[in-house]
């Protein structure tokens, strides 16, 4: 039986993406691929916010979304915690139906 595959989504304050970036990049086996994209952070813990994003209301933040094998995910996320020691890295997992390209 194949490995289910499973999305991993990571949000992270964006201060840390050239980091997180090279880790993900870096990974032996490398990933099949992931996609990353800015956003903004709202909530109830602004500790790592800078001043103006305090006043907004808002942290720059940036997503990662990849889609693997769940056994790998272990790997990634230790790989992830090693390199980028914050509490404000969010992430979660999902099932993943049926992935594939359209031809």
């Given at each position: ?93 999902e099932p ?8």
């Amino acid at each position: 039986m194949d490995t289910p595959l499973r999305k991993l989504t990571l949000v992270c304050p964006k201060s840390i993406e050239p980091t997180l970036l090279d880790t993900l990049d870096g990974l032996d086996p490398p990933l099949p691929g992931y996609t990353s994209q800015d956003g903004l952070g709202r909530g109830s813990s602004m500790d790592l916010a800078s001043t103006a994003e305090k006043v907004k209301g808002a942290m720059k933040i940036f997503t990662v979304l990849m889609v693997l094998p769940e056994n790998a995910i272990p790997l990634v996320l230790e790989a992830v915690r090693q390199a980028c020691p914050r509490r404000q890295i969010s992430y979660w997992i999902e099932p993943v139906l049926d992935f594939g390209r359209l031809q």
